[in-house]
């Protein structure tokens, strides 16, 4: 997913500003058969549906309206390495792009995030766009609690019980679109106890689960991990407090208050 956003306080332009925007954002001279007809159409505030071959400049068609006209475009693609390159590409000429993807790292999904939280998105945009989606996802969940497959069917009829907890992103505002962080930080977790044998009592239990919040916490903050195990330690063996796992500006906070 593509978030391509606003530059400058651009207005919508006139039909004759059309190709100083094409050479002025993206260096071109004039443009290829069919996109001009498909960018008019969205500028207009039109629907339109453009069926190009492969290296015919489809991208141009959403990429220029987004930088003309208010607001945030949202772009969907199945192709994680195509949306890199054109967040790249629209990067390196100054145009305000980002992307929301399973590649990314789980710092760089909470700053796209944090960017539709601070109104690169504005949320009304956003939920029209799920809108669709809303329906779509609920229609294969009817779809599949009847398909004949019991266990397909079982868990489709628990995620619909619980369909409008689903959509609590989209209503509320604050809470992340996605649990993509959370997931990575479990995941380890769940590897290592596919490959062990377990603990061997409920203190091993326990142990397992501290050590790995600390080793997700520090990762998350990018602290280094040897270090805040070492320093913990020496504090142990002094009788002290172990270093805190809040980050810097939280215990700055605290101290202040």
Same mark, same amino acid.
């Given at each position: 997913m593509?978030?391509?956003?606003?530059?400058g306080?651009?207005?919508?332009?006139?039909?004759?500003?059309?190709?100083?925007?094409l050479?002025t954002?993206?260096?071109?001279?004039?443009f290829?058969?069919?996109?001009?007809?498909?960018?008019?159409?969205?500028l207009?505030?039109e629907?339109a549906?453009?069926?190009?071959?492969?290296?015919?400049?489809?991208?141009l068609?959403?990429q220029?309206?987004?930088?003309l006209?208010?607001?945030?475009?949202?772009? +969907?693609?199945?192709?994680?390495?195509?949306?890199?390159?054109?967040?790249?590409?629209?990067?390196?000429r100054g +145009?305000?792009?980002?992307?929301?993807?399973?590649?990314?790292s789980?710092q760089?999904t909470?700053?796209?995030n944090?960017e539709?939280?601070?109104?690169?998105?504005?949320?009304?945009?956003?939920?029209s766009y799920?809108?669709?989606l809303r329906?779509?996802?609920?229609?294969?969940?009817?779809?599949?609690?009847?398909?004949?497959?019991?266990?397909?069917?079982?868990?489709?009829q628990?995620i619909m019980?619980r369909?409008?907890?689903l959509?609590?992103?989209?209503?509320?505002e604050?809470v992340e679109?996605? %649990? %993509?962080?959370?997931?990575?930080?479990l995941r380890?977790?769940?590897q290592?106890r596919?490959?062990?044998?377990?603990t061997?009592?409920?203190?091993?239990s326990?142990?397992?689960e501290?050590?790995?919040?600390?080793?997700a916490?520090?990762?998350?903050q990018?602290?280094n991990?040897?270090a805040?195990?070492t320093?913990?330690?020496?504090?142990?063996?002094r009788?002290?407090?172990p270093?805190?796992?809040?980050?810097a500006g939280e215990?700055?906070?605290?101290?202040?208050?």
């Amino acid at each position: 997913m593509d978030l391509c956003g606003q530059v400058g306080s651009l207005h919508r332009p006139a039909p004759m500003e059309l190709p100083d925007a094409l050479r002025t954002h993206f260096g071109f001279d004039q443009f290829r058969p069919g996109q001009e007809s498909v960018i008019r159409a969205l500028l207009a505030g039109e629907s339109a549906l453009a069926l190009f071959p492969t290296g015919a400049g489809k991208s141009l068609c959403y990429q220029l309206p987004a930088v003309l006209l208010e607001g945030t475009a949202l772009v +969907i693609s199945p192709l994680i390495a195509l949306m890199k390159d054109q967040v790249d590409a629209l990067r390196a000429r100054g +145009i305000s792009a980002a992307r929301l993807d399973s590649s990314l790292s789980a710092q760089e999904t909470q700053r796209v995030n944090a960017e539709l939280r601070d109104g690169t998105l504005k949320r009304s945009t956003f939920r029209s766009y799920m809108s669709p989606l809303r329906r779509e996802v609920e229609r294969l969940l009817e779809a599949g609690s009847q398909c004949g497959v019991s266990k397909t069917e079982g868990a489709c009829q628990e995620i619909m019980k619980r369909r409008e907890a689903l959509w609590t992103f989209v209503q509320v505002e604050g809470v992340e679109p996605t %649990n %993509n962080a959370a997931e990575r930080a479990l995941r380890p977790g769940v590897q290592r106890r596919k490959i062990s044998f377990g603990t061997q009592s409920e203190e091993g239990s326990r142990f397992v689960e501290s050590m790995m919040t600390v080793v997700a916490t520090l990762k998350q903050q990018q602290r280094n991990v040897l270090a805040y195990l070492t320093a913990a330690h020496e504090a142990a063996l002094r009788g002290e407090a172990p270093p805190s796992l809040l980050p810097a500006g939280e215990m700055e906070s605290q101290a202040a208050a």
